[in-house]
């Protein structure tokens, strides 16, 4: 896989969604693609912005807005924005001079699902061990 292309995880999946990690062992590829987004999830800058992009209201924010939040250089924040672009888990456009940045839901809600343990039948009151 190119360091250029999104990884999109339920690709194959007719639902749309992969098996939980508890129903069913990753194939090779799978696991592969999970550990991708994962490493891109695995900075505590990286998962500053993406908070900071996702809970932001109407759904987007300007790098403007993102850069004075850190410590950081400008082009230091922009390797990581792009670190999780090409994990899938924003997208952006340019307008003017700035880009805008947005949340991908679909790839957050896969990683849910994904992690998410089947639901368990509750027991009747009075038969637990």
């Known amino acids: 896989m190119s360091k250029q292309e999104r990884v999109v995880l339920g690709q194959d999946d007719p639902d749309g969604c992969c098996p939980t990690l508890l129903t069913a062992p990753l194939d090779e590829e799978s696991a592969a693609d999970l550990a991708r987004v994962f490493k891109a999830l695995g900075d505590p800058v990286r998962l500053r912005l993406l908070s900071m992009i996702a809970s932001r209201a109407g759904g987007e924010i300007c790098v403007c807005d993102l850069t004075p939040a850190f410590e950081l250089s400008q082009p230091t924040?922009?390797?990581h924005l792009k670190l999780l672009r090409q994990a899938g888990l924003i997208d952006s456009e340019r307008r003017g001079t700035w880009v805008y940045y947005r949340l991908l839901p679909g790839t957050t809600d896969?990683?849910?699902a994904v992690l998410t343990r089947p639901a368990v039948p509750a027991e009747p009151a009075g038969t637990a061990p």
């Open 77 to 79: 924040i922009s390797h």
């Open 110 to 112: 896969r990683l849910a």
